[in-house]
């Protein structure tokens, strides 16, 4: 069987505004930009988001909460036309040591096994240097934007990455590289 092209896409900062710990929908503020920017990508890539919640652990919000704000985002793109494949959510912090927090590759790896994706035709999308240092580990190609968290956190990129002003830029970059 032909494997499949992804796009990882990051959460906050990439698809929604970065307003810190989300537990209420309500507080959900999509970037206008990105219901197009997805509707262009998902005719060539598998749309996955993996996302670093780490107030979970903090016990700032409830691991339900997260999954609904997630259902959420994922209901709102589907009722526009796009779909994304599944959602991956890690809950620790820093200090939890765990296996999947970006920029660990474990959801990316995750995906591509459960969904038979061709690692090297894929992108990771996202406003972190965590996001970059996730792609490079996975081994897809990391696009880092200036949306977000991404402006005040550029100087601390430590890997080569593209860099697009925001989710909109990115799609256009990467149809242009197919
Ligand atoms: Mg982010
Ligand atoms: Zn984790």
């Not at 710990?21 to 060539?44: C, G, M, R, W």
């Not at 912090?93 to 995750?110: A, H, L, M, Q, S």
């Amino acid at each position: 069987m032909a494997k499949h092209s992804a796009i990882f896409l990051d959460r906050d900062g990439t698809i929604i505004e970065d307003n810190g710990y989300i537990s209420n929908t309500s507080d959900v503020i999509f970037y206008p930009h990105i219901f197009k920017a997805l509707e262009l990508l998902q005719k060539h890539f598998l749309l996955f988001i993996i996302t670093n919640q780490s107030g979970i652990s903090k016990g700032l919000i409830s691991e339900s909460d997260v999954q609904g704000v997630n259902t959420f985002i994922t209901e709102t793109l589907k009722a526009k036309g796009i779909a994304i494949f599944d959602t991956f959510y890690c809950p620790h912090k820093n200090e939890d040591n765990c296996n999947c927090k970006k920029p660990k590759p474990y959801f990316i790896k995750k995906a591509a096994q459960l969904y038979n994706v061709d690692l090297t035709s894929s992108f990771i999308i996202g406003d972190h240097p965590s996001d970059v240092e996730c792609g490079i580990n996975a081994g897809v190609t990391p696009i880092y934007l200036l949306s977000g968290h991404g402006k005040k956190h550029q100087d601390e990129l430590c890997f080569n990455s593209t860099v697009c002003k925001d989710l909109s830029y990115a799609s256009k970059f990467i149809m242009s590289t197919l």
